[in-house]
């Protein structure tokens, strides 16, 4: 946003250019009383003749490609301000290089280029190639965005809120490099995780992970260390109530000793998918 | 009673399994582009320059669908889903992270070989300390894959001559 536009209330025209329509029910959300995004002023017109911004959603397919480029025309030349809800319109979002989806030819579809390409920004560029004026563009990333990040977005319009995110870039000469150190040997730790991967997923899986070590830590200090990792986990077990967290705990126990028993034994122990 | 919720001007937190925008830990990461594999819109890239001896791998928030394939592939835990949320940008400059990362000099070529100094650091952590002499493993290591396969060739004709003079 070059210039901040003086914008008291912004009335919104909705334009699908072929989404997937998980975009357009938050942006339905984002009208209910709950959100109400009318209190910022913003109206949905029926018409594109009638709206300062247009709320695009969909990866633009060849298609949509002249009636967007019509109802664009259409609004009023100012603000001509474009919301691109979604990350289909930022960047072709996973239909990407779809073969309906309209992409420049110069632009072809498996560069590496960044920021990427795609969406709404090719349909800008044919725009100012044509010498169409268009204002203002704010990109809400979001597969969908939720009711809030259209909000904000909208609030970085009326100039309620600054955005909160920038280019970043890290260098190796400058970020030191750091690797965890653990009290297990690092072969038996990935083998676990990727075992655990399987029966939970990615979410809960590092911090069941992590407190499994704690207690292996705790026993392999002990003289008997098989004995006192089974009652460790069973006083760990009395206290949880998660039952899914308790059959993680036991299978992690089981594995930990098949995998120590092969790596003492010199056999293969490496759990292959 | 209002039910309409006052956001902009009050302050909101997803809930911690929520899938907001994803983010690489710099420190972390050792550019071993398993994440790049995975990622199925192309949002995350690997761009290798050998002239200059970097790896970038570059992560655009705009084309991210929020999948959490890479963080389920991650093997060091560098790339997180984290709960924040507030991605709204009027440049799409905003949404890149670049982390470069130095490439390996190979040490028989003296060109760049096709990993980083921190992969190389991260399997020696993997492989186990008994089975090979740290000294030949040093050696060995900071080749490129041409030399190391130049090296086996050479050392299995000398090794041939032993048993067929």
Known sequence: MSAKPKLKSIWVFHLNTGSCNGC??????????????????????????????MLISGPLTRQAYYGAKMAIKAMPPEPRIMVAIGTCVCSGGIFY?????????ESGREGNEYPRLGGIIELLKDLRDEGV????????PGCPPRPEEIIYGI????????????????SDEF???????????????????????????????????????????????????????????????????????????RLLESEYWRIKDAISAGKEFVYWI | MPVTLKYPFVKITAPPEYRGIPQIDPTLCIGCAA????????????IDDYDRGTRK?????????RCARCEE????????????????????????????????????CGRYADFTGRQVQKALKIVPKEIIEKEALDDKVYLCRDCKRKETVDFTIEASKEVVP
């Open chain 1, 175 to 249: 970020v030191k490099f750091r690797l965890p150190e653990g009290p297990v040997e690092e072969r038996i730790v990935l083998t676990l995780r990727e075992k655990l991967r399987h029966v939970v997923g990615y979410l809960d899986r590092d911090a069941i992970l992590e407190e499994f070590m704690k207690l292996v830590e705790k026993a392999e200090k002990s003289e008997n260390p098989r004995e006192e990792l089974r009652k460790l986990i069973n006083e760990y077990s009395s206290k949880q109530r998660d039952m899914r967290i308790v059959f993680c705990m």
């Open chain 2, 57 to 65: 791998i570059v992560l655009d928030i705009g084309r991210c669908i």
């Open chain 1, 155 to 170: 609030a970085q319009l009326a100039g309620l809120v600054e955005k909160r995110l920038s280019y970043q870039e890290y």
């Open chain 1, 133 to 140: 004026k268009v204002g203002p563009v704010i990109y809400i």
């Open chain 2, 35 to 46: 994440c790049v594999n995975a990622c199925p819109p192309d949002a995350i890239l690997r």
């Open chain 1, 24 to 53: 357009d029910i938050e942006i339905i959300d984002v009208l209910t009383p709950y959100y109400d995004i009318e209190r910022l002023g913003v109206k949905l017109v029926g018409s594109p003749r009638h709206a300062h911004a």
């Open chain 1, 97 to 105: 290089n779809g073969y309906p989806i309209y992409r420049r030819p």
């Open chain 2, 73 to 108: 592939v991650c093997p060091t835990r560098a790339i997180k889903l984290t709960n924040f949320f507030e991605a709204a940008s009027p440049d799409r400059r905003d949404h890149v992270e670049v982390v470069e990362l130095r490439l390996v000099k190979c040490k028989g």
